[in-house]
C-alpha cells in the first residue's frame, strides 16, 4: 500500500488542523492505520493507531481529549484531526500502515512521506 499525507501547516496555539492519509490499493480495509510524529532533533513517536473497522482506537497520553484519528475505507482515507493544539505538538506528522498492532516505528511496513505541523505560542 502507497500512503500520501497531507493536511499540515502553521497555526497558533489552541487551533486545529485535520490531517489526511490518503491509500493507494484495495486492501486499506485490511490495515492497521496510524499516525506517528517527528520533532526536530527527537525520535519519532506515536500518536495514535485505528483498526481496519473504526471502532477501535488508542492514542498516546499527551494527545488524548485533543486528537481523534478516524478512516473512510470507501475513500481509502484515515485522518488526524488535531485540536486545542500547542507548540509541542509541532513536529513532522506521518501515516503508517500494519497488519499488527503496534507503538513502535518498527511495527509499522508502510510510510507516508510527512506533512508538516507547526504550533506557534
Known amino acids: 500500500v502507497q500512503l500520501q499525507a497531507s493536511g499540515g501547516g502553521l497555526v497558533q496555539a489552541g487551533g486545529s488542523l485535520r490531517l489526511s492519509c490518503a491509500a493507494s490499493?484495495?486492501?486499506?480495509?485490511?490495515?492497521?492505520m496510524a499516525w506517528f510524529r517527528q520533532a526536530p532533533g527527537k525520535e519519532r513517536e506515536f500518536v495514535a493507531h485505528i483498526n481496519w473497522s473504526g471502532d477501535n482506537t488508542y492514542y498516546r497520553d499527551s494527545v488524548k481529549g485533543r486528537f481523534t484519528i478516524s478512516r473512510d475505507n470507501a475513500k481509502n482515507t484515515a485522518y488526524l484531526q488535531m485540536n486545542s493544539l500547542k507548540p509541542a505538538d509541532t513536529a513532522v506528522y506521518y501515516c503508517?500502515?500494519?497488519?499488527?498492532?503496534?507503538?513502535?516505528?518498527?511495527?509499522?511496513?508502510?510510510w507516508g512521506q510527512g506533512t508538516q505541523v507547526t504550533v506557534s505560542s
Open positions: 503508517a500502515a500494519s497488519t499488527i498492532y503496534g507503538v513502535a516505528p518498527g511495527d509499522y511496513a508502510y
Open positions: 490499493g484495495r486492501t486499506f480495509g485490511t490495515y492497521i
